[in-house]
């Protein structure tokens, strides 16, 4: 994000602040990466430089109460943009306590903004970001882009992988998945592809990592998946900065929702921005993490196995990432195209025409689109899957058919594409298989959630519950 390229389009005091932020934003992550007992220089070079800002805003004014009195009226009525330890950094006043402020500790642990003032740099921010038709990411860590475990929790059959990380960091080449964090006696195995995904999605969005973990493990996850700092710079948002308990929220991100994409495996956290959120199948490289969350399955080092790079969780995601990017950017430029042609003098005019369009624009039903595609042509029914004193179109099998773009029906008729059942022999699986419908288990729709693609029915047979898979 580059808040002081946007800040020219206004004149207030602000855009010295925005040029500090974006200073911030772009060294802050370089200054603290050798240790994280930098937190003290980090805040000296602020303060430094919050302090010289007052020294030349004082300068300023004098030199604009010479010039003249009108303005200098406009400088008494501050705004408070933004406090840093309680101070507004633009007059130096006293934060209200009024609780309007909002933290944006992973720019720097003392800094609140105003809510006018976030307002003014999102939009600043949305109208710089389009112009380099980019849009925002956001990135949780654990389950999504990796998969983390405690030294002491990797069982015995996993002790071998602690040599295996040490031989990755030898080569170097920043090529490796399986990293020892000494500091904070962490086993890290990234999820196969991300080095190709980091790099092809910084083409298209700015990034942000969004962890629920705690700050001191976010930097040294970063320093491992962004060893030059180029991806996300200081955009890392840790536990310590959501501003609602258990939530993540896109208040603390320097953007418009509208242009925000999410990537997450896990949806509750995220109960204000479902629409913005792409639901990730967890990443369980470890036992442990397979124990963490109860699951019967054994994890993929204990199975001696991960996913593969061409067609794993993280390649296909990339591919719906470039998609809805696409969507939305082409829409536009037809539009322009289009004008352009009939109206080449009108040119100028058209492309603010068409910023203004972007600007407009809302990423979310263009996510919301490209989903329906999934299972789009599909006429579903269910079967064994809640009970029939149940609102059928509540059922979360429901909605998730639904999101996907099946049709969802209560009743067997030959129209019928699929039956999706919880167990055989209900009278609809019959059906099914008696006038030649697919008969699959709930799973089916849930891979299709998750790898954005109507897969291989016969892969999904409906089983006895207490009858797995062989
Ligand atoms: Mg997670
Ligand atoms: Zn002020």
């Not at 196995?305 to 939305?328: C, I, M, N």
């Not at 149940?390 to 019928?416: H, K, T």
């Amino acid at each position: 994000m580059n808040l002081a390229e946007s800040s020219f389009h206004s004149s207030s005091s602000s855009d010295d602040l925005a040029a500090i932020l974006n200073d911030e934003l772009e060294t802050a992550s370089s200054d603290s990466s050798p240790e994280f007992g930098t937190d003290e220089d980090e805040e000296g070079l602020l303060e430094q430089r919050v302090k010289r800002q007052r020294v030349d805003s004082a300068e300023e004014s004098l030199q604009v109460i010479e010039d003249a009195p009108v303005v200098q009226q406009t400088k008494n009525a501050c705004l408070h943009p933004g406090f840093f330890k309680g101070l507004c950094m633009v007059c130096g006043q006293m934060e209200e306590d009024d609780g309007s402020g909002v933290p944006f500790g992973y720019i720097h642990k003392d800094l609140k903004l105003g809510s006018s003032e976030i307002d003014r740099l999102r939009g600043a921010d949305m109208k710089n970001l389009l112009r380099r038709k980019k849009l925002i990411l956001v990135l949780d860590l654990d389950h999504t882009l990796l998969n983390s475990t405690r030294l002491v929790d990797l069982s015995a059959e996993e002790h071998h992988l602690i040599e295996q990380a040490l031989t990755t960091a030898q080569a170097g080449d920043g090529s490796g998945t399986l990293f020892k964090l000494d500091r904070i006696h962490m086993l890290t195995k990234l999820r196969p592809f991300i080095h190709t995904f980091l790099k092809e999605a910084s083409e298209l969005f700015e990034m942000y990592i969004y962890t629920m973990g705690e700050r001191a493990y976010a930097l040294e996850v970063a320093k491992v998946i962004d060893p030059e700092g180029i991806y996300f710079h200081s955009k890392i948002i840790s536990q310590s900065d959501c501003t609602q308990r258990h939530q993540k929220g896109l208040d603390v991100i320097l953007g418009a929702e509208s242009t925000v994409l999410i990537l997450d495996d896990t949806e509750m956290v995220w109960q204000k921005h479902r629409e913005n959120l792409i639901l990730m199948e967890r990443y369980h490289f470890f036992s442990s993490s397979c124990r963490q969350f109860n699951s019967p399955e054994k994890s993929l080092s204990q199975m001696n196995k991960d996913e593969r790079e061409s067609d794993g969780l993280l390649a296909t995601t990339l591919g719906v990432l470039k998609r809805v990017h696409q969507a939305f950017f082409d829409e536009v430029g037809l539009f322009l195209k289009w004008t352009s042609f009939f109206f080449g003098f009108l040119n100028l005019f058209l492309l603010q025409l068409g910023e203004t369009d972007a600007a407009s624009r809302d990423v979310r039903p263009f996510l919301q689109r490209v989903r329906k595609e999934v299972l789009a042509g599909c006429k579903v029914v269910f079967s064994g899957l809640y009970p029939s004193s149940e609102v059928p179109s509540e059922q979360p099998i429901w909605r998730l058919c639904e999101r996907l773009g099946a049709e969802c029906c209560v009743n067997f008729d030959s129209s019928i594409t699929h039956v999706i059942a919880g167990c055989p022999g209900t009278e609809k699986s019959r059906l099914a298989l008696r006038h030649g419908k697919f008969l699959v288990s709930r799973r089916w729709a849930d891979a299709a959630n998750y790898l954005w693609r109507r897969l291989p029915e016969e892969d999904f047979p409906v089983i006895l519950p207490n009858n797995p898979p062989s």
